[in-house]
């Protein structure tokens, strides 16, 4: 069993930005040149899975390592290309599709050293929204991308798969993300009949409806992802002279709520693959997500291996949604939740669990904009300046 990630967090001191810097929407603020397009020259060699989560960033949050956030600011830039590459343009054709051939998507969307090639484009399909309110029930999300350069692969110490998701962009996906009840996972043991029902893995609806919806002209992401990880697994896992492998999942708002889910789908899937033993390190890097499952999916996940960091601006309210937070914690953390009656949150299906190590973050802003405080932009401009 893999160290328990227990849910703590760490409370960065409040960082100082320009009003006219903080307050852009999403779709403004994503410029092909960034504060991070320079590649990252630092090397990480052998701390690369103390940096990964192997000891669940212990020590290197408060204050944050320079290191990790020289990482934490790459994966951002990772899902910054996924939004640049995503057709908004809702008049034309191609809405909903991605705007760069796989071979060039790093390129053009503003990260031309990166040392990844894009392997695959990833899709999601909504069936909650009618046809006469969404133009778009299926579309590009995300990709995935192999690190094969020789010298990035020396700098990181292994070779890297990331797979990066971009936050809600569609009508449909918005309705998926207000389907808050939380809805029983199909994998594991079956439930006992007379089994708690806190102890049964559980989920956001909308979100693994989302992750689990076939499209029309495509699989459900949640086979795209374990088909292509497989794949890659098959090709670089495990070889004597190959460097060690992991993988990595980072999204921003939905996507980071998307990462969750994958995360535990590679863990399992990557797991029966390998054994547990020889299984690559999988890690997700959440910007601005929500709640994605109750405390027993936290467990699972935990159990299986994942990892995950959440990275939470404390003026941004999506971090603290859907339902309310019910974990079997104690102490300092169980102080912090919200006095709500556990009966009365399970019976609404809303009684959901902060998964993994949190690093929150805080801009001075004495009246917070809701949507300039959710934004990734202003999230990599906060991780940023923090100082060792």
Not at 346 to 366: I, N, P, T
């Amino acid at each position: 069993m893999a160290a328990s990630i227990s849910g703590s967090r760490t409370c960065y001191p409040s960082v100082a930005l320009s009003r006219g810097s903080s307050c852009r929407t999403i779709r403004s603020s994503f410029a092909p040149c960034s504060l991070a397009s320079k590649p990252a020259t630092l090397r990480i060699g052998r701390k690369w899975s103390e940096l990964q989560g192997a000891r669940d960033w212990d020590g290197l949050l408060s204050p944050l390592d320079g290191a990790l956030r020289g990482e934490l600011v790459r994966y951002g830039e990772f899902v910054r290309a996924a939004y640049v590459s995503f057709d908004f343009d809702g008049r034309a054709p191609s809405y909903g599709s991605c705007r760069f051939p796989s071979r060039s998507l790093l390129r053009r969307a503003g990260l031309p050293e990166t040392g990844y090639r894009v392997t695959r484009l990833l899709h999601a399909a909504s069936t909650s929204a009618p046809g006469w309110l969404s133009q778009c029930s299926s579309s590009y999300i995300g990709y995935v991308a192999v690190c094969d350069d020789e010298d990035e692969i020396e700098r990181l110490g292994r070779r890297d798969v990331v797979i990066a998701y971009r936050g809600t962009a569609t009508c449909s996906e918005w309705v998926d993300n207000f389907q808050s009840t939380l809805t029983r996972l199909p994998a594991g043991a079956p439930r006992s009949s007379d089994a708690d029902e806190k102890d049964e893995p559980m989920v956001e609806s909308g979100f693994w409806r989302l992750f689990t919806a076939p499209g029309e002209a495509h699989s459900s992401l949640q086979d795209q992802v374990r088909g292509e990880v497989q794949r890659i697994v098959h090709e670089y896992g495990g070889n004597k002279g190959m460097p060690p492998l992991s993988i990595t999942v980072t999204g921003h708002s939905l996507g980071a709520a998307l990462a969750v889910l994958s995360a535990y789908e590679i863990t399992i899937a990557v797991a029966h693959q390998c054994g547990e033993d020889d299984a690559p390190m999988v890690t997700a890097v959440s910007f601005g997500g929500p709640r994605v499952g109750n405390a027993a999916f936290r467990r699972r996940l935990e159990e299986s291996g994942g990892k995950v960091l959440r990275i939470v601006n404390s003026n941004d309210i999506v971090t603290k949604v859907p339902g309310f937070p019910v974990d079997d914690c104690s102490g300092e953390s169980a102080k912090r939740k919200p006095k709500v009656p556990r009966w009365l949150v399970s019976k609404m299906g809303w009684a959901y669990s902060d998964v993994g190590r949190e690093l929150r973050l805080c801009s001075q802003d004495s009246a917070p904009n809701v949507v300039a405080s959710h934004d990734l932009d202003l999230y990599l401009k906060l991780v940023a300046a923090c100082t060792d």
